[in-house]
């Protein structure tokens, strides 16, 4: 085991794909180009068609498979799950750089997905039939801020951003863990943990009507901006405290 990093004077970002900032910025500018699309009207006959169809075709047994298989996306467990892998890498390596990735994950979810939703204050599709059992025509614009706020935190859609941003945070932290074992996690396996929940739980969160289309769309969006942004930082080499140095060693790179 290496027992020491040699911390670059700049660290160097880590590489993603597709290679470049060129998709960031289209992940972020499809994100401004939605929104403004909705909050100028647009859209909004294909999320109603979406829901409608939603509505007519969710017999009992379909309702309850979606609604099991979207607890995929629940951020808090999801956050406690990342956490507990960096606790357990943490102490299996002595670093204390695992805790880095649930930490920074936490804060960058925190800081944008729950502003955008008290700033859009959007309703959700199920609003026209439970409180506060709004016209449904009522439902489907933005900037509805006279509304109470927990009637009104649609866009975007948080379980798919969170699913995104912690499954990818959970497969970071886990090759290395199990690496500690001498195991290893096959690379299709570690793409299965990144893409399938996120895109479970996009249809389900869509086809219970807890969430309008045009809410998920924006929710991969962001979600995918995050996760890029995440799997950049140069978790081995980023400056730490120097009371930290007993507990500064590398995880991403281990052994």
Same mark, same amino acid.
């Given at each position: 085991m290496r027992e020491t990093t040699t911390v670059r004077s700049k660290p160097l970002l880590r590489p993603v794909?597709?290679?470049?900032?060129?998709?960031?910025?289209?992940?972020?500018?499809?994100l401004v180009a939605l929104t403004v699309a909705l909050a100028n009207g647009?859209?909004?006959? %294909?999320?109603?068609?979406?829901?409608?169809?939603?509505?007519?075709? &969710?017999?009992?047994?379909?309702?309850?498979?979606? &609604?099991?298989?979207?607890?995929?996306?629940?951020?808090?467990?999801?956050?406690?799950?990342?956490?507990?892998l960096g606790v357990l890498l943490a102490v299996r390596?002595?670093?204390? &750089?695992? %805790?880095?990735?649930?930490?920074?994950?936490?804060?960058?979810?925190?800081?944008?997905?729950?502003?955008?939703?008290?700033?859009?204050?959007?309703?959700a599709p199920s609003a026209a039939t439970r409180e506060p059992f709004l016209p449904p025509e009522q439902t489907l614009p933005l900037f509805q801020d006279d509304l109470p706020l927990?009637?009104?935190?649609?866009?975007?859609?948080?379980?798919?951003?969170?699913?995104?941003?912690?499954?990818?945070?959970?497969?970071?932290?886990?090759?290395?863990?199990?690496r500690c074992y001498g195991r290893t996690i096959p690379p299709r396996l570690v793409t299965v943990v990144r893409i399938v929940p996120p895109l479970?739980?996009?249809?389900?969160?869509?086809?219970?009507?807890?969430h309008w289309l045009t809410d998920s769309v924006a929710g991969l969006l962001l979600g995918l901006l995050l996760d890029r942004l995440l799997h950049r930082l140069p978790w081995d080499d980023l400056p730490l405290p120097a009371r930290l140095r007993a507990w500064d060693r590398p995880f991403t790179s281990y052994p």
């Open positions: 794909r597709p290679v470049g900032w060129w998709f960031d910025a289209l992940l972020l500018a499809g647009h859209l909004f006959g %294909l999320d109603r068609a979406v829901a409608d169809w939603s509505d007519a075709h &969710r017999p009992a047994v379909a309702y309850w498979v979606a &609604r099991i298989l979207n607890y995929l996306g629940q951020g808090t467990p999801l956050t406690l799950i990342a956490a507990g390596l002595r670093s204390v &750089r695992p %805790l880095l990735p649930p930490v920074v994950a936490f804060a960058f979810t925190y800081l944008t997905i729950g502003p955008l939703k008290v700033w859009t204050a959007r309703p927990r009637f009104a935190q649609s866009y975007p859609s948080g379980h798919v951003a969170n699913a995104i941003v912690w499954y990818g945070v959970i497969a970071l932290l886990l090759a290395p863990l199990l479970v739980v996009l249809c389900t969160t869509t086809y219970l009507g807890w």
